[in-house]
């Protein structure tokens, strides 16, 4: 962001030509919410970790806003080379102005904010600066602030300052607040908007960029691809900076994969995708013992004509099998998904095996410590992922009636882009099933 007054044309949502200082600060953040981590720095609460950023939000202080875990928030300013001048219309008069106005509590009659107000004591300001910042706001302002962060009375504030660089900062960002503030600030209010207010440097052509690969590469399929993704992510923030938008974690890995730098499942869920995929083998292995015939270790499976169609057509869209019982459907389940395999991340159940009666239960026989839905949502996005459930028939009736049914349907429902589902059932039973017949409403695929 070009260093101006947030009311001048050049800046803010009208300036989102080439990629901003600002966007980049924000795909810095990005690159924190997408790997999990959380940001080590002093304006962190007990869990720092990123869950949205926000740019451009039409608040005070608005050029990125991080929203992290625990419920705080930073807002943030950015200005590429700031120095200690208040002049008017000056970087430092300006970013002091609007922190005011952020800080200052609305009226009663005033309209209601696009963001929720600023919480004293929780949230907090940044003032965010390039390595090309004088070193009286980029060093001498920064340690001012963060040595008035312990002190009672604003006159203590300074008295804590260790040397006369630093008290210049101080006592000019006190007389920009004395400039801005509508009203005269209580000396116990004006000591809680300094203790708000931190400055922080990023490096984003140096060590913060590098250090946002080295985030990046621990939660992509192919770590090399840091580079491009963090290109993505500022492209992203500079499209959200004219757009007044905001993003997460979800909607940062679809712009990924659009871009074909597919990540691994966030950290958070890497264990259980691991889990997951373990039992998935397991079933697989039961099932093509129970369809197959054994011989010195070997393997010996009739050959199904319809496992090609079955598998060209799963790929397009979701797929119910039908037949009567010992017509071999577990038999193409198994079958199809050793050869879906090669181009798609197969996940496969047998419905006799579970006993779970709803999502939670289904969770705990999976041995899963987080919610199946919320699993499929984060799966690795390197493939197309297909989940195949055999023998829907077994659980009419029974424990897991509701629990089967309810996967189903949340995963054709909300996960259909990512998730498709094969599975199988006894003609009889689909007759009797009218909510299978509508999530799987429409025509067989023609064989090839």
Same mark, same amino acid.
């Given at each position: 962001?070009?260093?101006?007054?947030?009311?001048?044309?050049?800046?803010?949502?009208?300036?989102?030509?080439?990629?901003?200082?600002?966007?980049?600060?924000?795909?810095?953040?990005?690159?924190?919410?997408?790997?999990?981590?959380?940001?080590?720095?002093?304006?962190?609460?007990?869990?720092?970790?990123?869950?949205?950023?926000?740019?451009?939000?039409?608040?005070?202080?608005?050029?990125?806003?991080?929203?992290?875990?625990?419920?705080?928030?930073?807002?943030?300013?950015?200005?590429?080379?700031?120095?200690?001048?208040? #002049?008017?219309? @000056?970087?430092? $008069?300006?970013?002091?102005?609007? /922190?005011?106005?952020? *800080?200052?509590? &609305?009226?009663?009659? %005033?309209?209601?904010?696009?963001?929720?107000?600023?919480?004293?004591?929780?949230?907090?300001?940044?003032?965010?600066?390039?390595?090309?910042?004088?070193?009286?706001?980029?060093?001498?302002?920064?340690?001012?602030?963060?040595?008035?962060?312990?002190?009672?009375?604003?006159?203590?504030?300074?008295?804590?300052?260790?040397?006369?660089?630093?008290?210049?900062?101080?006592?000019?960002?006190?007389?920009?607040?004395?400039?801005?503030?509508?009203?005269?600030?209580?000396?116990?209010?004006?000591?809680?908007?300094?203790?708000?207010?931190?400055?922080?440097?990023?490096?984003?052509?140096?060590?913060?960029?590098?250090?946002?690969? #080295?985030?990046? @590469?621990?939660? $992509?399929?192919?770590?090399?691809? /840091?580079?491009?993704? *963090?290109?993505? &992510?500022?492209?992203? %923030?500079?499209?959200?900076?004219?757009?007044?938008?905001?993003?997460?974690?979800?909607?940062?890995?679809?712009?990924?994969?659009?871009?074909?730098?597919?990540?691994?499942?966030?950290?958070?869920?890497?264990?259980?995708?691991?889990?997951?995929?373990?039992?998935?083998?397991?079933?697989?292995?039961?099932?093509?013992?129970?369809?197959?015939?054994?011989?010195?270790?070997?393997?010996?499976?009739?050959?199904?004509?319809?496992?090609?169609?079955?598998?060209?057509?799963?790929?397009?869209?979701?797929?119910?099998?039908?037949?009567?019982?010992?017509?071999?459907?577990?038999?193409?389940?198994?079958?199809?998904?050793?050869?879906? #395999?090669?181009?798609?991340?197969?996940?496969?159940?047998?419905?006799?095996?579970?006993?779970?009666?709803?999502?939670?239960?289904?969770?705990?026989?999976?041995?899963?410590?987080?919610?199946?839905?919320?699993?499929?949502?984060?799966?690795?996005?390197?493939?197309?992922?297909?989940?195949?459930?055999?023998?829907?028939?077994?659980?009419?009736?029974?424990?897991?009636?509701?629990?089967?049914?309810?996967?189903?349907?949340?995963?054709?429902?909300?996960?259909?882009?990512?998730?498709?589902?094969?599975?199988?059932?006894?003609?009889?039973?689909?007759?009797?099933?009218?909510?299978?017949?509508?999530?799987?409403?429409?025509?067989?695929?023609?064989?090839?």
């Amino acid at each position: 962001m070009t260093a101006t007054s947030k009311n001048s044309n050049a800046g803010g949502a009208a300036n989102a030509g080439g990629i901003s200082f600002q966007a980049e600060v924000a795909a810095l953040f990005a690159a924190h919410l997408l790997s999990d981590r959380p940001v080590q720095a002093s304006w962190n609460g007990p869990d720092a970790r990123v869950t949205r950023i926000a740019m451009e939000a039409r608040m005070p202080v608005d050029d990125v806003i991080v929203h992290f875990h625990d419920g705080r928030r930073l807002f943030i300013q950015a200005k590429t080379s700031a120095s200690l001048s208040i #002049a008017e219309g @000056s970087d430092l $008069l300006s970013f002091v102005d609007q /922190a005011i106005r952020l *800080f200052i509590p &609305l009226s009663a009659s %005033a309209p209601e904010p696009p963001v929720a107000p600023f919480v004293s004591g929780a949230d907090a300001i940044l003032l965010a600066v390039s390595p090309t910042s004088p070193a009286t706001v980029r060093l001498h302002l920064m340690q001012a602030l963060d040595l008035a962060r312990t002190a009672d009375t604003v006159a203590a504030a300074r008295a804590s300052l260790n040397n006369d660089s630093q008290k210049c900062a101080f006592d000019t960002i006190l007389k920009a607040i004395e400039i801005s503030e509508p009203s005269p600030l209580a000396d116990d209010a004006k000591l809680r908007l300094l203790q708000s207010i931190h400055v922080a440097e990023f490096d984003t052509h140096g060590a913060d960029k590098r250090a946002a690969f #080295a985030l990046l @590469s621990s939660c $992509l399929e192919r770590p090399g691809d /840091a580079e491009a993704a *963090f290109d993505v &992510l500022a492209h992203h %923030a500079q499209q959200l900076m004219k757009d007044r938008g905001a993003t997460d974690s979800k909607s940062l890995r679809a712009k990924l994969l659009l871009a074909k730098v597919p990540l691994s499942a966030p950290p958070s869920y890497a264990k259980d995708v691991e889990r997951l995929r373990q039992y998935s083998k397991q079933t697989l292995a039961m099932l093509r013992a129970q369809q197959s015939i054994s011989s010195a270790g070997r393997y010996i499976a009739i050959a199904r004509e319809c496992v090609p169609d079955v598998c060209n057509a799963i790929l397009s869209g979701h797929l119910l099998l039908l037949g009567e019982p010992g017509a071999g459907k577990t038999a193409v389940i198994a079958e199809a998904a050793i050869t879906l #395999a090669a181009q798609a991340d197969v996940i496969v159940l047998a419905v006799d095996q579970l006993s779970g009666a709803d999502l939670q239960g289904l969770a705990g026989d999976l041995g899963l410590s987080c919610p199946v839905l919320e699993l499929l949502d984060n799966w690795p996005e390197a493939q197309p992922v297909v989940l195949c459930i055999d023998a829907l028939d077994a659980s009419r009736g029974g424990p897991t009636e509701a629990a089967v049914l309810a996967l189903i349907t949340n995963v054709i429902g909300k996960l259909s882009d990512r998730v498709k589902v094969l599975s199988s059932i006894r003609t009889f039973d689909l007759k009797m099933g009218a909510r299978y017949r509508s999530l799987f409403a429409g025509a067989a695929p023609e064989p090839t």
